[in-house]
Structures are given as C-alpha cells and as structure tokens.
C-alpha cells in the first residue's frame, strides 16, 4: 500500500522560511516523478513545483520560481520543498503527490500540511 506523508508545515510569518517534506513508502521511489501542489481556502488545487523520478530535472510555477526549491532524495525516499520569501498568498494546504515516470496523471497522493503565512 502507497504512502505519501507530508511534513513541516506550520506559521510563519512574511519573508520566512519553511521546509517541506513528503516520505514515501510502498512504492518504488525512484521509479516516480514527484510534485507538490497546494490547494487555498475556496480555490482549486494548483501546481507548485515538480522534480523528475532521477532528480536531474526540477520545474515550478511562476508564482514561486526564485523563491522555492524542489529536491529529493532517493535514497531516503523523500521529496522535500524548500521554501524561502514567503508571502500571505503562499497560505495553502500543501500536497505531495506521485506520477509515474512523470507520465500523465499523479497516480498517489498526500493528505496534505497546511501551510500558514501571516503578514
């Protein structure tokens, strides 16, 4: 059975930091393109960022390039989302999910951390 478990959110205020984490087990780790999303009180759940199942390739949204940074750890079987400058508008439940070879849909999901940024 897959399981994808986020860690490390919290409140923080404007211009801080947070790290997330996100283990996974029952899977083979290395085999899946990992992504977070993150989904703000009445909106839809949007894209974050996303590294690829070897790590060589990173992408993120326009709304946080420059300010997060998506890495994993294979060897760990963790993704982790650095993130830096943060601002009210970052205020979300954050989700990490799996996709299969980075192929179509993500197959596997978190159930989410939230994340709070007071201004």
């Known amino acids: 059975q897959v399981h994808l ?4 959110g919290g409140l923080v205020q404007t211009g801080g930091s947070l790290r997330l984490s996100c283990a996974a087990s029952g899977l083979t780790f290395s085999t899946y393109a990992m992504g977070w ?3 703000a ?3 839809e759940r949007e894209f974050v960022a996303a590294v690829s199942y070897t790590g060589g390739s990173t992408t993120y949204a326009d709304s946080v ?3 997060f940074t998506v890495s994993r750890d294979n060897a760990k079987n963790t993704v982790l989302l650095q993130m830096n400058s943060l601002k009210p508008e970052d205020t979300a439940v954050y989700y990490c ?7 179509g849909t993500y197959d596997y ?3 989410g951390t939230q994340v709070t940024v007071s201004s």
């Open 5 to 8: 478990v986020e860690f490390g």
């Open 37 to 39: 999303f993150r989904q």
């Open 41 to 43: 009180p009445g909106k």
């Open 65 to 67: 390039k420059g300010r």
């Open 97 to 103: 999910a799996a996709n299969y070879y980075g192929a």
């Open 109 to 111: 999901w978190g159930q």
